[in-house]
């Protein structure tokens, strides 16, 4: 059974840093891209960062480039987000999800993190 499972998600005070995590679990992990996608109250989903299946080369969306690191370590099938200088608008629920070429394959349930004073 395939299964991601994010955790690490929290209230965070403006300018606060968390850590989330996503374990992967029931498929390939290595041979996956990996992204990392968030959907705020009332909104849409939007996409985050990425990691290829190698960990070698990010990308990051405009809002969060310099504040959040996505990194992967393969030997434990896990994802990471590194998430600093957190602001009021990066509240929402993150999500991981593995992708090969342009497919979301698999999506983990989410993590809720809340900045807010």
């Known amino acids: 059974e395939v299964q991601l499972v994010e955790s690490g998600g929290a209230l965070v005070q403006p300018g606060g840093s968390l850590r989330l995590s996503c374990a992967a679990s029931?498929?390939?992990?290595?041979?996956?891209?990996m992204s990392w996608v968030r959907q705020a109250p009332g909104k849409g989903l939007e996409w985050v960062s990425l990691?290829?299946?190698?960990?070698?080369?990010?990308t990051d969306a405009d809002s969060v480039k310099g504040r959040f690191t996505i990194f992967r370590d393969n030997a434990k099938n896990m994802l990471y987000l590194q998430m600093n200088s957190l602001k009021p608008e990066d509240t929402a629920v993150y999500y991981c999800?593995?992708?090969?070429?342009?497919?979301?394959?698999?999506w983990g349930q989410g993590t809720q993190v809340t900045v807010s004073s």
């Open positions: 029931g498929f390939t992990f290595s041979d996956y891209g």
């Open positions: 999800a593995a992708r090969q070429g342009s497919t979301y394959n698999f």
């Open positions: 990691i290829n299946s190698g960990g070698g080369t990010t």
